[in-house]
């Protein structure tokens, strides 16, 4: 898969920008609307999608770690949730605007380079909150879910302890 595009669960390629632009189809409160929450938003692909949903004036909500780290010019058009990784599993509706959203863009994960790559912990605290991101999207009623991965997920194997 090429930087820009994602797989969504009717297996077809498509571009960022026409996911992010078929949110007329996909929104259900407004003729032009759509409700996206994004984790990872303050990293490379968060923020190129937190700026496309916001340049077709979707409702946007993003969860970081540090509220600080949000740039200046998303403050008066992104709700705000501050939360660590790890404490996804303890965010409830009433930590958010809507009751219900449309999308829920999963992009955060921790120990990315260096050597938190080969950390098996760190490594399965990002699974368990990839988890805990599916559980708060069901929670807020998300019609979709999209999870970017990387080779993360195969590099880690080469360091996981062997039998025999």
Known sequence: MDSGSVWIPSEKRISW????????????????????IVTG????????????????????TVIVRDEKKVPAEWRNSVEI???????????????????SYDV???FAWAGTSGQDRSNYDMQLRNVFAACESINLAKRLL????LNAGSLMEYDVMKYLPQDG
Request: charged share 30%; with cysteine; net charge positive.
């Open 41 to 60: 938003a303050t990293g490379f692909v968060g923020q190129w999608l937190v700026r496309e949903l916001c340049a077709n004036n979707h409702d946007v």
């Open 81 to 99: 949730v501050e939360s660590a990784l790890e404490d996804y599993g303890n965010l409830e509706k009433a930590d958010f605007k809507y009751e």
């Open 142 to 145: 998300c019609r979709r879910f």
């Open 17 to 36: 920008k026409c996911y992010v632009n078929q949110g007329r189809r996909l929104g259900r409160y407004g003729e032009n609307n759509m409700r996206a």
């Open 104 to 106: 829920f863009f999963h």
